[in-house]
């Protein structure tokens, strides 16, 4: 039931074997009745003010990102994520964060069609391709089945060796009775080509940092020991060599560290205590859950700045808190004081959304799918006001009309929403300064019924 969940995670996440492990942990502790089960689950994400969220994912298959590492700590449980973390032997980050990501994909497995279960179900082992655990045995594995002693073995066994080597006797004897067959006839050997060899995957880079109280763990992959060189001392400089620890390894097979030079020149504004961060690829994943309120901002508003063409999820903003605040039964006038909270940018001069919007309309879709029936919601593009006129109300339009469409994507109902594009009409602030322009530049969206 969950095998493509655990191989996304191992990838995913790093996680190896213990993607499986992690998985039924997360699933054990759903349906163990000391935590009450299912239902105390939902209860644990209803007294973190998630239960809206948490109820998105009943029935449906949820996507990435709908759930925030901090999130997930907070209804999963602290104490429960950090007892996973200890006896897997990993750090209680990457347990929020792969948690983060598996939890409402589990909670949608398990209630396929609506149904909420209220208790293990029969053939729950088999998920895992185990055998069912032997009397007494408990934890994130199983043990196997054993056949029962007794005397009936006492003579089976000899009795198969027995069997097996006179079977054996006969074969030798029917082999030494045969004729040998006619020697062939000479051929001149052709050698074999040789294949061409495969070129070697190239991997991703990757770069973990995670730092504790002031004391930086760090893990990584690079392609040359220049860039190693280059990251350890920038490490060393900015942290001191005694507050850090890790290592990073040196592998010519892996795909050059696109990130390197700009994370280099950031890590002097990047000492906060708390900080998690990881880079794969041009995927940054972020946790800020251990910060303070405005720090998670900042850090995230940097972070965000810096690598803005890349894929990144966890990013902490004022809309984000806003959306995850939301309690159950708010109103459209709620939900849109919360949208207007969030920046959603594109590439300059175009209608195309960046990578690192999309995790932003992830959360602002699961919002909007629990708006009260009948909601309607206007999607308004802005521009400030250089340029032609005309042509900025085509642009803005073709702005809405591309967040309207990525909602939908994501599971609006196309009924919800309608694009509207104003120009340059509407400046919410001064054109005659770039920071009055930034502000004008947005999407702004409105409760119409």
Known sequence: MFESLIREAASRFHLGDNAGRLVRQLVDTI???????????????????????????????PGDNVLQPDQ????????LASG???????????????????????????????????????DYDRWFGTTTPAAGY?????????????????WLIPLIILIAAFLLFR???????????????????????????????????????????????????????????????????TYGENNLSGDISVDPATLPANWLDKLIAALPELKAKGLKFGFDGDKLSIDTSGMAESDRFAVSDKLRSLFGGFEISGLWDRAASALAGLKAGFSGADLVKALNLMNIYFDTGSATITRDSMETLTSAANAIKQAPA???IEVGGHTDNTGDAAANVTLSQQRADAVVAKLAELGVAADTLTAKGY???????????????????????????
């Open 423 to 449: 120009g340059q009409e509407k400046p919410r602030a001064s054109n005659d300064s770039e920071e009055g322009r930034a502000q004008n530049r947005r999407i702004e969206f409105a409760v119409t019924r």
């Open 138 to 154: 408990s934890g994130g594995g199983t043990r196997p089945a054993t056949a029962a002693s007794g005397g009936f073995w006492k």
């Open 374 to 376: 009948g909601t309607r």
């Open 31 to 61: 349906f163990d009745p000391a935590y009450g089960g299912f239902a105390g689950l939902r209860k644990r994400f209803d007294d973190a003010g998630l239960d809206t969220l948490f109820a998105s994912w009943i029935g449906t298959t």
């Open 171 to 237: 074969s030798c004897k029917k082999d030494e009775a045969a004729a040998p067959p006619p020697p062939a006839p000479a051929t001149t050997a052709q050698p074999a080509p040789t294949p061409e060899p495969e070129p070697a995957a190239q991997a991703n880079a990757r770069f973990g940092f995670e730092n504790m109280d002031g004391k930086v763990m760090v893990n990584g992959r690079v392609a040359a020991d220049a860039d190693k060189t280059r990251l350890w001392d920038a490490l060393k400089a």
């Open 84 to 122: 996973i973390a200890s006896k897997l032997g990993i750090p209680p980050a990457a347990v929020n964060m792969a948690g983060a990501w598996l939890l409402p994909k589990i909670v949608g497995q398990l209630t396929q069609g609506g149904s909420i279960p209220s208790a293990r179900p029969a």
């Open 72 to 79: 997930f700590s907070a209804g999963f449980g602290q104490n």
